[in-house]
């Protein structure tokens, strides 16, 4: 099992930048799919950004150019860049692993999760 926590959301104003962390427990985990989720009150949980097994990002059409996922393997640390953000991207984002390599962006894909770290936007 992998051990995820999220660190670094907060509140800014529309436009503005925040940069996301995922801490990860295991030294293994450039062999696990990870992606990042998003989930407001009421909705499921929506997929923001997958990192395959490889490095090859995937993102939502939602966050293209605005967001970019990276990874540093001398810190086990998932980061997610978010620029420009807008209000609609308020959610809780969680940070999560998948065990196999096929995994697509879809929630039950993936085996281990994050507690969440809340983004709010204001406009």
């Known amino acids: 099992q992998v051990q995820l926590v999220e660190s670094g959301g907060g509140s800014v104003q529309a436009g503005g930048s925040l940069r996301l962390s995922c801490a990860i427990s295991?030294?293994?985990?450039?062999?696990?799919?990870m992606g990042w989720f998003r989930q407001t009150p009421g909705n499921e949980r929506e997929g923001v950004v997958t990192?395959?097994?490889?490095?090859?990002?995937r993102y939502a059409d939602f966050v293209k150019g605005r967001f970019t996922v990276s990874k540093d393997h001398a810190k086990n640390t998932l980061y997610l860049q978010m620029n420009s953000l807008k209000p609609e991207d308020t959610a809780m984002y969680y940070c999560?692993?998948?065990?196999?390599?096929?995994?697509?962006?879809?929630?039950?894909?993936?085996?281990?999760w994050g507690q969440g770290t809340q983004v709010t936007v204001s406009s």
């Open positions: 295991k030294n293994s985990y450039s062999n696990y799919f």
């Open positions: 999560a692993a998948a065990r196999s390599c096929l995994a697509a962006m879809t929630e039950a894909d993936f085996d281990d």
């Open positions: 990192l395959s097994c490889t490095g090859i990002p």
